[in-house]
Structure formats: structure tokens, C-alpha cells
């Protein structure tokens, strides 16, 4: 029930931002594989795999849910005894979160050295990463105004200028389409990612590859800041990060959209950001350009070819 419940939340944008699902995966796990009552390992292996895919199939793009899942199941698939196995899920998924929240804080500390004093930022979407450092950085006295978009059709925006506003950092808040109007008045731009691709590609929420192409145009550097866990293995197999499509009643009532018979609403959560287009990635394991992403998967998520790949071709056997 804690299970199927936390699925919805996650479904529905009620728990919403690529570490926070995560977290909160880890967490649904672990809560639910202490509650089973299992009589052999084979039966708890069997009932938490079912679990993962019940977490995973709930957002497709945010690759930090599958490869916290990964986290904490490949331990359990490790352990040679149920008790073993119970304890390393405990501890797995602790440890997940523990990592998760120390991350955002080492990425804020990192973060906010790369922007320079006296910055105008702005930033898309609601990252908890990319407010840290923001925060981090106006702490620091680096930041003298912030800019948050609006972020049409969810208003995430409006999470962002609020924990701005908390903070006491002079906050401007614009429609997403104002974006490169305001351009000229912005120093650094800050933004979370869903996935980082092995080709340094940043997937975010939609608009932000907009932004970023104004910053480009503008000079403007584009900073991500994302954890090593938002880095996607698959994309080494040639996978490509599927981008959700959300319903067209986030954009549009079904009362407007009855009277427009011809009119498909669409409603892209997601879009790619090009490695050209970005100047650094903050991680954890410190600033790195794009072109570094393959060892970011390589050093830090454990990468192994033959393993992922007989992964890989089971989930698509399915
Ligand atoms: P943090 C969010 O997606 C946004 O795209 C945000 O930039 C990204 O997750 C990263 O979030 P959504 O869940 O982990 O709002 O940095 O669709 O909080």
C-alpha cells in the first residue's frame, strides 16, 4: 500500500524533482521490503525487483529514479541470505539518501565558487540543486538578483521565487517566454538536470533548451548542477532518454480543448540541451565540462559493460 501510494504521489507531481524521487524511491523501498513478510530469499528478491519496476514505471525520464532503484536492489541481489539481504536494503536505501542530501550540499559549495561576484542569475524550473547554490552563492555575497521563469504548464517557478524570496535574495519573476528578452541583464544561468547523457546532452524540464540558446547567443554561461546519480549508464548502450509526454489537461481544459476538434494539445515535460551549449556540470565529484560525462558514469555509477547490457536486454525481453 506504502508502495502503491508513494507511486501515485510520484505519478501525479505531488512528490516531484529528480532527487526528491529518488529519495523517495530509495525510501518507498526500503519501507516497503521491511514490512514483507517473506519466507526465503528467491520470494524477497522476486517481491522487491516487482517493486522497482512498480517505482520506475512512474516517470520516465528522470534517470535518478532508476539508478536509485539500481542502488538498492543490486545489494540485495548480492546478499547470500534473506537476513542479509533485509539488512543491506535497510542500509542501502539510507545510504542512498545520506549521499543524496550530502550531494547537494558539496554541489552548492561548488556551485556557488563558479559564480562570479555581484551575478544577475536566473534559473528554470524548481532544482533543489540549482537553489542551493543559488542561495549558497547569495550567501556568499555572489548573487544580487535572481530571475525564476515561470514555468508553464506546472508553475514550478513559483516553488523557486518563493525559496528565493525565503532567502532574501532580490527576486524578478517572468513568464518562460520573456527569458531571452531579459537575457542581457544575466550574468550566469543555473539549472537542475533529469538526466545527464554520456555525451554531456542535458535533459531538463521544457523550455530550458530555449534558454540555453539564448545564453549561447548571449554569451551568458549555463551552469547544471546535477548529482552523479542523474547520470544516465544506458546512454552508453546507445539508449536514448525517453522524454515524458504529460496529459493535455496540464495545458489546456478539456471544456477549451472540446470546442477545437482539430487542436492536439502537446505537452513535452522534458527537452535536450545540447553538450555546446553548456559551460560546466557540477557534481559532486566536482565541475566538469560535458565531454566528461562517460567518466562520470565510469568512476562513479559503477559502470559495467556486460552487466548493464544483460540488464538491458532483459528489460526489453519484457
Ligand atoms: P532536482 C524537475 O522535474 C525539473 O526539471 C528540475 O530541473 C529537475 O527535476 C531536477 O530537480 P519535475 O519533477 O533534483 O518538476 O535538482 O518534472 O530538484
Redesign the pocket.
Known sequence: MVLEETARRIRT?EI???????RTAAEALRDHGTALQCTNLDEFRQEMHHAATVLTNT?P??V?LPNAVRFVISRIDASDSLDEAQAALVESANDFIARSHRA?EVIAEFGSRAIPEDSVIMT????????ATAIKAWEKGRVREAFATE?RP?N?GYITAQALSDAGIPTNFIVDSAARYFMRDIDVVI????AVTAGGAV????G?SQIALAAHEARVPFLV???TY?FAPATLLGERIPI?ERSPGEVMSDEIAGRMPNVRVRNP??DVTPPNYIDMIVTEAGAIPPGMAYVIIREYLGWNRDEWQKDFLIDHQE
Open positions: 507531481m516531484r524533482g529528480a532527487g526528491r524521487i529518488a516517470r525520464t528522470a535518478s547537494v528554470h524550473c524548481n532544482s533543489e540543486v540549482a537553489v514555468v506546472r514550478q539549472t537542475g538536470a533529469d535533459v531538463n524540464k521544457i530550458t548542477t546535477a548529482e542523474k515524458e515535460a522534458f
